[in-house]
Every structure is written in structure tokens, then in C-alpha cells.
């Protein structure tokens, strides 16, 4: 197959996991009505009593340990400290403290707000939403932040900027430079955090978006648009590639034939030191196939009636032949290899989820992460120190240290050991907040969908 051939090949079949998945969610939106789960006054101190402590950047474990918390922040941390008679004692012993973990590919709009207590439940405290209409995401962001809702924080792009069909949903229709320069500005005075593009991304708008981007100090990201090659998106000033760009980021490099490493590791050369983050979303990816099959996606019961209803959508849309899921099945697994190549070359990584149910598909990812060749902390970073070196936060987040939020997740088993360990939540620590197992059982049982 040539090299054209190929790409159109995958873009046409993923298509349908992805374009469609965004046509099929136009009418599938349906944000449930609960009440937000309420906030109770957080405890002004609390004392994590004799934890290990996970040094996520180093993977130093530092056993009985005592973590004081105070108005949302680490203030002490130490194995003999004097803890205040009013703080209140989290027993730690036993149990592992590492910082609180971040979903890098979220769509809140099409998961619902009464989904985020399913992120927080499972240790996720903060999400990069990588499309969303302006009047839905920035208020729940808000909300988010100032209190009055209980979820992860978000960081937003706002609507994808792209030339998609009028009927797909979180768009702002850019068709030339032009546009795409006043989108840019548009979006800077709205407040987002950076600027999302697409597959259907116009060429001179994506680099219109590029240069306008870097002129108001706004990164953006996301998928590398049909018309633009990965490696003129590698230097382009992308911040991060989404879904190994449909598989061409292997594909293209290999020049339309089985994935090859030594054809593609100029490529992922110059995306290390370009410092493009990858965010593989290997665990959506591995989904597709499965759901073009009429197999239910994990953690069904606790998908939101939008996911569900995108799911169906997609599974009646695709026809897919045979072949085409094997394709498919067949750039998984490739995919994982790639992805054990690019992080021998020093390409960094980011853990996201996308089209899943919330929160259990983090985990679901850093497992994946671990299938494909990093190891268990290389994985845990991937969803707590990059994020914060990746959104320049890792003076403030990503890491358990005097002076950091107080966003951690209390486990009952060591993550460094095995990942699939960061299943074992026993607590979690949102703004200095407290939420016990107990509690994190009655936010699930609340995001039970139907």
C-alpha cells in the first residue's frame, strides 16, 4: 500500500471512531439533572498519620511518614512531627500518598456534569477538556473553581477550531487564516486555557492558529489536521499530538507500510526535542473495535445516558468489514510498540481517556501505558508530574512537596510496584477536602447512570 493510500486508509476508518463519534454526539448530549453533589466545610488541618509517601519524579518511596495539610496546601511533611491537637488524623500506615492524578483528554460537555464525581471517586483531580461550547464549559469551570461544585479542576480550550460539518458539536467553523486569527483572539478574551484543532483543520488555518497561538502566549493542541503532515506538526509549536494522530504518527514515517522504527525514529527525534507531549489514548483506541462489534465498553453501568447513546450511534453507523476491525486491532497492537520506541528516544507522555466513563478509564490507561513499555512510574507520571511540567504547574501541582496542593489519593497498595494498583483508593484529598472510602462509594453510587 502507498504511503497516500495508507493514510487515507486510516483516516477513513477512524473516522468513524472519532469524526463520528463527535457527529453522533451532536444529538446525544444529555446532562442529567442531579443536583450537584454538595460541598461540606473542609476540616482547617488534617494529619495523614505514618503513610508511605510516593515520590513521583524520583519513584523514592519514604515509609511512616506524617503529611500536614493546611487551608488546601502541604505545610509539613516529615517522620516526627508534632501534629496540631485540633488537625484531623487520616490513618495512613500501611498505605501510599501520591499526588492526585489528571485526565489530559476530556470532553465534560459530552460526559455531563453529573459525571465529575466519578473522576474525584477515582482519584482524578484535575482534566484538560479538549472541546466544549464556551457557555457550558467556562461557567462549570468556575463553578469548579470557586466552590460551589464538586469536580476535578479544568483546564479548557473551549470549541474545536476547524472546517467539520455545521452539525458537529463544540465547533467554532474556522475555513481560512483569516478566520482562524480571529477565532484565536476570540478565544484569548473568552478566557480559555489553550486553542484545540481537528482533523478537518483547514492548512493555512492551522497555521494561522500556530503563528496567532504563539503571539497571545496560548498553547495549542490536538489532532494533526488531514492536509498537514505529523512532521510539519512537530514543528509547528503544537504542545501535544492526541491519538498518536489517528496512528499516522507510526504510519506516516513508515511510509504507508508495517510499522517501521528505524524509518520513523528521525521523527520521533525531532518530536522529543521539539518537546511535543504524545497523549496515546491507548485505552479508547483498544475500545473502538469492541464497541464496532456491539461488545459494551468497560464500566458500562456508570456511563452517562450521552456516552451511551454516542456508543449506539457509532455502532450502527460504522459497518465496518472484518477486515477493517482487524486492521484496526492490528494498529493497536503496533501502536503499543510505537509507543515503547518513542519513549526510548525520550518522547514524553500524557494519560487521557477521551470517549470513556470517567475516571476508571485513567486507570484503565495507565495500565495500557504499562502494556506498552513504560514502566509503572514512568505510567504514574504520565498522569501526575507531566501534566503539571506540561500545563508549567509543577512549582505548585504534580508532586508530593511543602507548599503543593493538597490533591492527593490515598492507596492501599504500592503504585510503583504495579500500577493496576492505583485501583486500591482508599482516600482522597481534593483542596485539602477529605473524602473516605466511604464517601467515595456514595459519589459513585450518586454517578450511577440508569
Known sequence: MTRAGARRRVASLLSIGLALWFAASASAFVLRSD?????????????????????????????RQTVILVGGRIDRIGSRLAVPARARRVAGSGKFLIPGLWDMHTHHQATGEASLPLFVANGVVGTRDMGSDLAFIL????RIRDGSLLGPKIVAAGPI??????????????????????????????????IKVHDQTPRDAFFAIADESAKLGLPFAGHVP????????AASGMASIEHLANYRIFLECSAGGSYSFSKCRPLFDR????????????????????LF?????????YASPGLRELWRKNQEGSKLSEASIAFLRGA??????????MRGRGV???????????????QDELEWLTRAGLTPLEALQAATINPARFLKRDAVEGSIQTGKAADLVLLGADPVADVRNIRTIKGVFLNGRYFDRAQLDRLIAHARCC
Open 348 to 362: 514524553q507522555f500524557l494519560a487521557g481517556c477521551d470517549g470513556l466513563v470517567p475516571g476508571f478509564c485513567l
Open 139 to 142: 461557567p462549570l469551570r468556575q
Open 271 to 290: 518530536l522529543a526535542a521539539n518537546h511535543v507531549w504524545q497523549t496515546p489514548t491507548l485505552a479508547f483506541f483498544e475500545t473502538i473495535p469492541d
Open 35 to 63: 443536583k450537584p453533589v454538595p460541598l461540606t466545610r473542609p476540616p482547617t488541618v488534617i494529619a495523614i498519620m505514618g503513610v508511605t509517601v510516593v515520590d513521583v519524579v524520583t519513584g523514592e518511596e519514604r515509609p
Open 332 to 341: 493497536g497492537q503496533s501502536a503499543l510498540t510505537a509507543v515503547k520506541d
Open 293 to 301: 462489534t456491539g461488545k459494551p465498553p468497560l464500566h458500562f453501568d
Open 161 to 194: 477550531l476547524d472546517a467539520a460539518p455545521a452539525d458537529w458539536p463544540f465547533r467554532r467553523h474556522v475555513g481560512n487564516a483569516a478566520e482562524a486569527r480571529v477565532a484565536v483572539r476570540d478565544l484569548k478574551r473568552a478566557g480559555v486555557d489553550f
Open 226 to 233: 488531514s492536509s498537514v503532515t505529523v512532521d510539519e506538526a
